[in-house]
């Protein structure tokens, strides 16, 4: 059976860090020194994590309680792009830029990865669509986040949808490579034509 419950009812939302970013060319020699702070531009145009990601932020006690934790879900709530995705500990000592809210699921309810694939759905981006035409710098608040209503069904649904989802994203990137396979196919051939001609 499904249920219908705000964001803010099963998960603690926060904010991710406002800190300045800086070179690090001393990494073997102070690798404790430094951290990895996440931004917008680490994401590539599916909402995939870039596999590397240089340690860029100065360490500061401050900074270890907010340390992404494993399955937390990153929702990007600045800028022309908002989409979610999962933290799988791709790297250790990592934090969010200021343009992350960070959803930690509280409930047992709901899989991480059900509450990704739901807050980048169409349907559930059309909530804030809003924004993109009122706003310069488009942003969701933390409490607008809190407030949207997650539809919630079972476990064993939200585990079809899933896999459902990730069939759609290999489908798609088989399609991609497809497509270039015959464009370099076809150029190949177009450009063979024309040196036999000369």
């Known amino acids: 059976m499904k249920t219908v419950q705000k964001l803010s009812e099963i998960a603690n939302i926060r904010s991710g860090m406002v800190v300045a970013k800086t070179a690090n060319n001393d990494e073997k020699l102070l690798s404790n020194a430094y951290v990895r702070m996440i931004g917008t531009s680490d994401f590539d145009d599916n909402g995939f994590l870039t596999p590397v990601l240089e ?3 100065l360490y500061k006690k401050v900074i270890e309680k907010n340390y992404l934790q494993y ?4 929702f990007n709530a600045k800028g022309r792009r908002f989409f979610a995705c999962l933290f799988k ?8 830029s200021a343009s992350f809210l960070i959803v930690t699921l509280c409930k047992d309810c709901i899989l991480p990865e059900y509450l990704v694939w739901y807050l980048n759905h169409p349907e559930t981006l059309k909530v804030f669509d809003s924004k993109m035409t009122t706003q310069v710098m488009p942003s969701i608040t933390k409490q607008e986040l809190g407030n949207l209503e997650i539809i919630i069904p079972t476990f064993e649904t939200q585990k079809q949808i899933v896999a459902l989802d990730l069939l759609k994203k290999k489908q798609i990137n088989i399609q991609k490579e497809l497509i270039t396979l015959e464009e370099n196919y076809i150029n190949a051939i ?6 036999n001609e000369q």
């Open 55 to 57: 340690p860029n932020v």
């Open 71 to 74: 399955n937390e879900v990153l």
């Open 89 to 96: 500990n791709e790297f250790e000592n990592t934090i969010a």
């Open 190 to 195: 177009t450009y063979k034509k024309l040196k």
